[in-house]
């Protein structure tokens, strides 16, 4: 979960109740994505990897042993 406290970290510094919202809302969709991980859409030519866009954000993820593993997280502006 580094690249979710990066995140937060960063927007902490400017604004940290809005660092709070956006950590909670991260969070609610990573869980959301435990229960059905078909959510995300397929990464064009990479298999077995799916995104989820969340407001701003997107959540790059795979599945292993039946378990959601985050790869990264961004917001959609940033240079990936």
């Known amino acids: 979960m580094r690249h979710l406290r990066r995140l937060r970290d960063f927007i902490a510094e400017h604004d940290p109740a809005a660092a709070a919202r956006v950590g909670t809302r991260l969070a609610r969709t990573i869980r959301l994505l435990r229960e ?3 959510l ?41």
Do not use: C, K
């Open 36 to 38: 059905q991980p078909a």
């Open 40 to 80: 995300g859409i397929a990464v064009d030519g990479v298999a077995g990897v799916r995104e989820l866009a969340t407001g701003n954000y997107v959540v790059r993820y795979t599945l292993r042993d039946e378990a959601v593993v985050v790869l990264r997280i961004w917001h959609g502006r940033e240079s990936r």
